[in-house]
């Protein structure tokens, strides 16, 4: 990069452009081959390329100059689905830690040595809102959204749902609600 800055004769023909600019990039393809039938493309993990811009302000060295510059082209293409699991940055500094950095997971202990995961797929329903929350506060549950106690609401005798032990808030017990959702 350097030698391109210091380049006269690239600068002059350079400088005819005016307020054109050019752009380094990379186009991914995720195509149908032999290799990959369906032409799905899969990101796993986070793309951080804040310290990949460029320009006569960036440098990618010096900390705080993180984010000074241009940043790159990227295109993600696929035949198939394009999936990505994490995220994808040219902000201007690093995105911030995440609890969930390493992932979701379900689990469940088989015994007390072993835990077995069972991770989230397309068939799995995380409700992204509070419907189940509304719905028991409204059958007397509390401002938690817990359902209300045996003798009311999801556990009285006579209810369209049976006693049981409500262990994860929607009426139902907690793999039961994964795999269903709120209803």
């Not at 000074?68 to 940055?89: H, P």
């Not at 040219?90 to 379900?106: K, Y």
């Not at 397309?122 to 549950?141: L, S």
């Amino acid at each position: 990069m350097n030698a391109a800055l210091g380049n006269a004769d690239l600068a002059a023909r350079t400088a005819a452009l005016g307020k054109v600019r050019l752009r380094p990039g990379v186009e991914i393809v995720g195509q149908v081959s032999a290799d990959n039938p369906t032409g799905n493309l899969t990101v796993r993990g986070d793309l951080d390329l804040s310290g990949y811009r460029y320009g006569p302000q960036a440098n990618r060295n010096d900390p705080l100059r993180r984010g000074f510059g241009e940043s790159a082209a990227l295109v993600l293409r696929a035949a198939g689905d394009l999936s990505i699991y994490g995220s994808i940055n040219d902000g201007f500094a690093p995105p911030p830690a995440n609890p969930d950095e390493s992932g979701w997971m379900l689990g469940e202990t088989a015994d007390a040595n072993t835990l077995r995961i069972t991770p989230l797929g397309g068939d799995i329903v995380v409700p992204i809102d509070d419907r189940c929350a509304r719905r028991h506060r409204a059958a007397g549950g509390d401002a938690a959204g817990r359902p209300p106690a045996a003798g009311g609401g999801h556990g009285a005798a006579g209810s369209r749902h049976p006693r049981r032990r409500h262990r994860a808030g929607c009426g139902q017990p907690a793999a039961a609600a994964v795999a269903a959702g709120c209803r």
